[in-house]
């Protein structure tokens, strides 16, 4: 069961600053409403008169209120699916580009010594251990304010950067009013109507629009001036969260899923299990999908902790007759890398630290070949209307359900090809570049080979697999985003998507690794060359298998699938669902128009 705890605190009396009237009370109320109606265990209550906490004294000063953060924080406590409450009703003031909660004996002549930052609240907090922590802050209070800039605009930035799930009475420019026919202040009226019976706000989307017209028509209705609460929720499946489990809706529930799954697709197992673990409580303990996923993670966790290698489970009896091995020793290494995420000017507006586990093949005479763990997962097949030109054989979209393998880190080298086969057919010569000039005869030869020295199953990726790979979670035009960029992708960037800037055209392949990989630890998964998959060429996906298998039936077997656009290409032809087809046979092809390459995937 969720562990739910908090701290409340709720300003009349100050030392410095003009009293408010009714801080106290809407903290009062807010205690009420988080032990009775969210079921918090534990409350730290400090207010003008509020009874001492095991013999030490709750008045809001600012020795204690550091004392409960700096000991009720100095380990973490909670875990995945718990919730950690703050609260906050008094004077904010914002100094010298930082925001400050003012506590009773703050001194707006001493703002730095006598104020608390709230970057020093949210880091505190965060080290409580609980997976979802709620800052509320009601602290631009002081008339002192109304000329210029109140708190939030630096506290919503940290916010961001911690994964705090962050609201605020009003924006920085605003007044936060008190209610004198109402006894409290229009935001905590809100906010207690909006996560209780009458509004039902169970998930921090619904809780911020019920703020967002709610506390203006308060306001209004009391002729009051403009004030307008917000929410800072990042990343975007913070604002999913299931904050009040008794008016969860069924489609709270489901939406609360669809992130669950997606964490699991990007291999996120602890995000997943936080996920799933809150799905479960929001269903009272009743949702077998939850069940099965914690049971899934739990296994996944398990056979991977060894550090072996185990088969996946689509691997089936008759293809383990052809010499693979159920377990083998080669023991899961983990690296770094850091993705990045653009808008549809192709400027970078995210950056992210992912890590992922790969095993090495030792291929002899000093090369290898590391191979990375991708997770099962279900994802959505195709392109949707309007990415670019509508292509018959990007669609319809699907749901198609992938089970784990591992997939190259890379496309492969030539050096890894002259090892493997005996030569380098490639162009572009460069060890650490792409073979190309491969037709796909010669890639199934190179998997075939590549199995016997290692005594490992190696084959082409199906179609399925390759997208679900190259996608690593996302469901944009590419795995950075809306767009690319010559910076990101090895394309002819005479011809750019969306609204990326035009930019170089190189006329040859590059080195593997030059350019940042997708949230798997793939790499070059658009762009530079294509790579070869088993499928069959069909004109759309109407009756194509939704297990991720190869659909190898009903057309030429002559014509195969290629994925991922390559140094010649258009931008809009390296998107994650574009699907290119070419005849069998290299001889028929023009080698230097069409760079062809070999993307292993191994079933050990």
Request: aromatic share 10%.
């Amino acid at each position: 069961m969720a562990k739910n705890w908090a701290i409340a605190i709720g300003i009349n009396k100050y030392d410095y600053l003009q009293p408010l009237n009714y801080a106290k009370r809407d903290a009062q109320l807010m205690q009420e409403f988080l032990r009775h109606e969210v079921g918090c265990e534990n409350i730290y209550f400090f207010s003008d008169d509020s009874p001492n906490i095991g013999g030490k004294s709750t008045r809001p000063n600012r020795a204690n209120l550091l004392r409960v953060l700096r000991q009720l924080f100095e380990i973490s406590f909670m875990g995945a699916g718990d919730n950690f409450w703050f609260f906050f009703i008094g004077h904010g003031i914002r100094h010298a580009g930082r925001d400050y909660l003012m506590p009773c004996d703050g001194d707006p002549e001493d703002i730095e010594n006598t104020g608390i930052a709230i970057n020093y609240v949210t880091e505190r907090l965060r080290r409580c251990g609980a997976d979802n922590v709620v800052l509320i802050l009601d602290a631009c209070r002081s008339l002192a304010t109304r000329g210029g800039e109140g708190i939030g605009r630096q506290a919503a930035e940290k916010a961001r950067q911690q994964g705090v799930i962050s609201i605020f009475s009003c924006s920085p420019q605003e007044y936060s009013y008190e209610i004198a026919a109402l006894q409290q202040g229009a935001f905590t009226t809100a906010l207690l109507e909006g996560l209780g019976i009458q509004g039902k706000c169970a998930t921090v989307e619904r809780l911020n629009q019920y703020l967002n017209f709610r506390v203006p028509e308060i306001v209004n209705q009391h002729q009051k001036g403009r004030q307008t609460p917000y929410i800072i929720a990042e990343p975007i499946n913070k604002s999913h969260l299931i904050l009040v489990p008794r008016h969860a809706t069924l489609a709270d529930i489901a939406t609360l899923k669809n992130d669950a799954y997606q964490a699991e697709v990007n291999s996120n197992l602890e995000l997943a299990e936080q996920l799933w673990i809150r799905v479960l409580a929001a269903a009272s303990g009743h949702d077998m999908d939850a069940v099965k996923a914690l049971q899934r993670i739990a296994l996944e966790r398990s056979r991977w902790e060894g550090q072996q290698i185990y088969s996946p489970p689509y691997f089936t009896a008759e293809n383990s007759a052809k010499g693979a091995s159920t377990v083998e020793k080669n023991p899961l290494k983990t690296f770094q890398f850091e993705t990045v995420t653009v808008d549809a000017k192709g400027d970078i507006a995210k950056r992210r630290n992912g890590e992922a586990r790969y095993f090495v093949e030792d291929l002899g005479n000093g090369v290898t070949l590391e191979m990375v763990q991708i997770p099962g997962g279900t994802f959505t097949m195709g392109s949707p209307r309007g990415e670019s030109e509508r292509r018959d054989n990007e669609s319809p979209q699907r749901q198609v359900t992938v089970p784990g393998f591992f997939m190259g880190r890379y496309a492969v080298t030539q050096e890894q090809y002259q090892v493997i086969m005996g030569n380098n057919p490639a162009n572009f010569k460069g060890e650490k570049r792409p073979v190309e000039t491969v037709s796909w005869d010669d890639a199934v030869e190179f998997c075939e080979k590549l199995s016997q020295k290692t005594g490992k199953t190696y084959r082409l990726p199906s179609e399925a697999e390759w997208e679900y790979a190259c996608r690593a979670g996302t469901t944009t035009p590419f795995y950075f985003g809306e767009t690319i960029t010559t910076y990101l992708v090895n394309y002819d960037g005479n011809y750019p998507y969306a609204s990326a800037p035009k930019g170089e055209y190189r006329r040859q392949t590059t080195d593997l690794g030059k350019f940042p990989p997708n949230s798997f630890g793939l790499y070059d998964m658009h762009g530079n060359v294509l790579e070869w998959c088993q499928d069959v060429y069909h004109n759309n996906y109407e009756g194509a298998p939704t297990d991720g298998r190869a659909w190898l039936e009903g057309s030429d077997n002559n014509i195969k699938l290629l994925r991922g656009g390559y140094c010649y290409a258009y931008a809009r032809h390296c998107r994650s669902a574009f699907s290119h087809h070419k005849i069998v046979q290299l001889s028929q092809l023009n080698k230097q128009q069409y760079p062809l390459v070999i993307k292993t995937l191994s079933v050990v």
